[in-house]
């Protein structure tokens, strides 16, 4: 089953303007943590922020935040103020933290950010 | 700069051929972990060691092998290669690589592996 889903092949927006990347989680696993990278067009795979289950706040990091809704499990990626820069292919993605060895970091398919002058 | 070094960058082969991808994790990480990312598949995690011993299994086809060194570098050895085995191979590495939840991976820039 797709433990993690990134409905969105493609979002486009203009610069300064917010944009709202989506991501839906599956699992039961009461402890894990959602990750969330960028990977432009260089290809490098660059971290920008984490949440983890238990965190009480959603999480920060300058201009991104996350928007964590765990009854809902989605874990939305919001990037504020959007500059060219941003322009890039953007993966969640999710380690459960329950079980006993290795638990390996699952991505999503990826949602690629286009900014507009 | 994620502190991972893979090389080389890009990599043009044949068919049947057997290539070498190299990787320097970030100083002070023990665990290295290989990713493949192709269009049809998306990011999938090939195999994981820790501090010289192989920890963890994904999707990495008998074909393909690693093996983590003393000085932790990894390399990763694909044989027999196939058209499909063209992808962008990723090498990440993290601190302990232990279950915790927060533990962040930190990837290098990839090799780009064309088989023709």
């Known amino acids: 089953a797709q433990k993690i889903t990134q409905t969105q092949p493609g979002m486009f927006v203009q610069e300064k303007e917010a944009v709202t990347l989506d991501c839906t989680y599956d699992?039961?696993?009461?402890?894990?943590?959602l990750f969330w990278y960028k990977q432009p067009s260089s290809g490098e795979m660059i971290f920008l922020i984490y949440?983890?289950?238990?965190?009480?706040q959603n999480a920060t990091e300058g201009r991104y935040s996350l928007n964590f809704q765990k009854a809902r499990k989605s874990a939305n990626l919001v990037i504020s103020a959007s500059q060219l820069g941003d322009s890039a292919m953007y993966f969640c993605?999710?380690?459960?933290?329950?079980?006993?060895?290795?638990?390996?970091?699952?991505f999503g398919t990826g949602t690629r950010l286009l900014v507009s002058p | 700069d994620s502190g991972v070094t893979q090389t080389p960058k890009h990599l043009i082969t044949a068919t049947g051929q057997r290539v070498t991808l190299r990787c320097s994790p970030r100083s002070g990480d023990l665990s290295v972990y290989w990713y493949q990312q192709s269009l049809d598949q998306g990011l999938q995690f090939l195999i994981q060691?820790?501090?010289?011993?192989?920890?963890a299994k994904g999707n990495i086809l008998e074909r393909f092998s690693a093996q983590q060194f003393p000085d932790l570098h990894s390399e990763l050895n694909l044989s027999s290669l196939e058209l499909g085995d063209s992808a962008l191979y990723f090498c990440a590495s993290s601190v302990t690589g232990r279950t915790a939840t927060n533990e962040k991976l930190f990837f290098g820039s990839g090799t780009q592996l064309s088989v023709l």
């Open positions: 699992t039961s696993d009461p402890s894990y943590g």
């Open positions: 993605a999710m380690r459960e933290g329950s079980g006993t060895g290795f638990q390996k970091l699952v």
């Open positions: 949440q983890g289950s238990y965190d009480q």
């Open positions: 060691y820790y501090n010289g011993e192989e920890r």
